[in-house]
């Protein structure tokens, strides 16, 4: 059978249309990155509709007048961690510098940052820390594209082009486009958004509505967030050690003490992860990591992984890997309370 040749109109109109594709993808493209509504690129010129606390928090910090004699590191799991708690203990100032999705390497630029760009030197670091966070995730696109952090992390070209495409091919879609002109147009939407206010000390400013749950079901249907932290999860990821070593390291050389937490997860998370996943292999290899880090560094360990090592509550959970304000306020009153 004879293959029918193109007609002129055929092939003009097949090339008007690849060509008008390409231009609706680079305008598509350049809007994502220029207007950021996810903060995923770093632009910084309209304000994301999502959680952008490294930018928020480190700009605070910068120009900070009463600089903190303790801060809090971590991720959202510590969001709860409360520095006017502290102060009270202790009598000294703290401030909670968690953001979200945070990893060792976040830990690392962080202290690098605060110590040898704004000059603060705190006495104590507290690290919160969830056993998952050291698994083979790529580095969050708000770290890489952070003009603070990205420097103190040797970032390579390629890398950020990589965080920049992942970003773009994992976002594009009809809520990515809507949020585009949202952000752009200061549209008032009333659903709920991932954007979150904290106090003037660093500390979610959360409703006290946030946990009026069932915690057991909240558990069971966030369980998916915990095997995605240890999902192809078989050892303790290298980079992520060297990163926390360099804190480590850089904290006893300028005389910071380090109090590492290993957070937190309800009973019934625990027990599925150990069937689920490699939990227990990661828990044990991370004890032992510890130990060795011992021998090297000076640095507080706190293995608070599950309730009964601190007296914790069982109901006392966000979610299946989120402690709850009552058990970050022991965990804290543990930490930082003199025995008597």
């Keep these: 059978m004879a293959i029918r040749a193109f007609n002129k109109n055929e092939i003009k109109f097949v090339l008007v249309f690849m060509l008008a594709t390409a231009i609706l993808l680079m305008a598509i493209l350049f809007l994502a990155i220029l207007i950021d509504p996810h903060n995923d690129f770093g632009t910084g010129l309209f304000k994301p509709l999502v959680i952008t606390n490294r930018t928020e928090k480190i700009n605070y910090l910068k120009n900070i007048l009463n600089k903190p004699q303790i801060m809090i590191l971590g991720s959202s799991r510590v969001y709860d961690m409360d520095p006017d708690l502290i102060k009270k203990i202790t009598g000294k100032n703290a401030y909670n510098a968690s953001v979200s999705y945070a990893r060792s390497e976040d830990h690392w630029a962080m202290i690098s940052l605060f110590v040898k760009d704004f000059k603060i030197n705190p006495e104590t670091i507290v690290v919160g820390l969830n056993l998952g966070e050291l698994n083979n995730d790529d580095i969050e696109p708000q770290t890489i594209n952070n003009k603070y952090l990205t420097r103190h992390l040797n970032i390579t ?152 090592k601190f007296n914790g509550l069982s109901d006392s959970f966000s979610d299946s890997t989120h402690p709850g304000p009552k058990n970050i306020d022991l965990i804290t009153k543990k930490i930082f309370e003199r025995k008597k």
């Design 157 to 308: 070209f390629y890398q950020k082009i990589s965080a920049l495409y992942k970003s773009f091919k994992n976002s594009i879609n009809q809520q990515y486009l809507r949020d585009i002109f949202v952000s752009l147009f200061k549209i008032r939407v009333d659903e709920k958004t991932d954007r979150v206010n904290f106090l003037e000390n660093g500390k979610i400013d959360t409703p006290a509505s946030y946990y009026s749950f069932s915690g057991t079901d909240r558990v069971a249907d966030t369980y998916s967030r915990a095997t995605n932290l240890f999902k192809n999860f078989d050892q303790l990821n290298p980079m992520r050690k060297l990163y926390l070593e360099k804190f480590i390291a850089f904290a006893n050389q300028n005389n910071i003490k380090i109090k590492l937490v290993l957070l937190p997860m309800p009973d019934e998370t625990i027990e599925k992860l150990r069937k689920d996943t490699n939990y227990s292999q990661i828990y044990s290899e991370f004890k032992s990591y510890v130990d060795g880090l011992h021998l090297a560094y000076q640095f507080y360990f706190y293995d608070f992984s599950s309730v009964d």
